[in-house]
């Protein structure tokens, strides 16, 4: 079955970075596109970036263009989002999302929470 280990989540200061990592296993033929969610506190959960399988398409939350960048690296089934000039608002848990290529299955992390505070 497919597991997701997320890593990278922590406290940083405005106008810190953090990177985050999303290891995903149980895929014999990878996965299709993959990204990150996030969910603030009372609000509902929102997209912050994809990534299509060989990379060359991207997507954005216009809230996170310019700052934060998501890449993969298809030999680990891993997939990063750099995160610079973080700001408060940015605070939130972060979910990594896969999806399983010819099943097309959709799977989640368990979250990692990144907190912008001074």
């Known amino acids: 079955q497919v597991q997701l280990v997320e890593s990278g989540g922590g406290l940083v200061q405005p106008g810190g970075s953090l990177r985050l990592s999303c290891a995903a296993s149980?895929?014999?033929?990878?996965?299709?596109?993959m990204g990150w969610y996030r969910q603030a506190p009372g609000k509902q959960r929102e997209l912050v970036a994809t990534?299509?399988?060989?990379?060359?398409?991207?997507n954005y939350a216009d809230s996170v263009k310019g700052r934060f960048t998501i890449s993969r690296d298809n030999a680990k089934n891993t997939v990063y989002l750099q995160m610079n000039s973080l700001k408060p608002e940015d605070t939130a848990v972060y979910y990594c999302?896969?999806?399983?290529?010819?099943?097309?299955?959709?799977?989640w992390g368990q979250g990692t929470q990144v907190t912008v505070s001074s």
């Open positions: 149980g895929s014999a033929f990878g996965f299709n596109n």
């Open positions: 999302n896969v999806q399983r290529a010819l099943t097309n299955g959709e799977y």
């Open positions: 990534i299509s399988r060989g990379g060359s398409s991207t």
